[in-house]
Nanobody, 116 residues
Framework: QVQLVESGGGLVQPGGSLRLSCAVS????????MGWYRQAPGKQREMVAG???????NYSDSVKGRFTISRDNTWNTIYLQMNSLKPEDTAVYYC??????????WGKGTLVTVSS
């Protein structure tokens, strides 16, 4: 079992920055990759950024060049640095852990609101 707790969300003005964190506990050694997803009101959940055990990263086109995913040396914590935020980035942001075997794990999310 893996437990995920997101933090760092809040209200920010357009053009501002936020750093999200995802604290990971449990069977950390079972994790092969992790990612950040988001879900805006009335929309489907979408992938934002991902990172593998060898630190390969990928981003959605909508955040490429503005967001950066990173992690500590293990899977204890992953981060999402979000710069140049836009109103369309407003969403609940979720952390996901992908194990080598079995089902993925999700956190409960943290709300990011970009508004003036």
């Amino acid at each position: 079992q893996v437990q995920l707790v997101e933090s760092g969300g809040g209200l920010v003005q357009p053009g501002g920055s936020l750093r999200l964190s995802c604290a990971v506990s449990g069977s950390i050694s079972s994790i092969s990759a992790m990612g950040w997803y988001r879900q805006a009101p009335g929309k489907q959940r979408e992938m934002v950024a991902g990172i593998t055990s060898v630190d390969t990263t990928n981003y959605s086109d909508s955040v490429k060049g503005r967001f950066t995913i990173s992690r500590d040396n293990t899977w204890n914590t992953i981060y999402l640095q979000m710069n140049s935020l836009k109103p369309e980035d407003t969403a609940v942001y979720y952390c996901k852990a992908i194990p080598y075997y079995g089902m993925d794990y999700w956190g409960k999310g943290t709300l990011v609101t970009v508004s003036s």
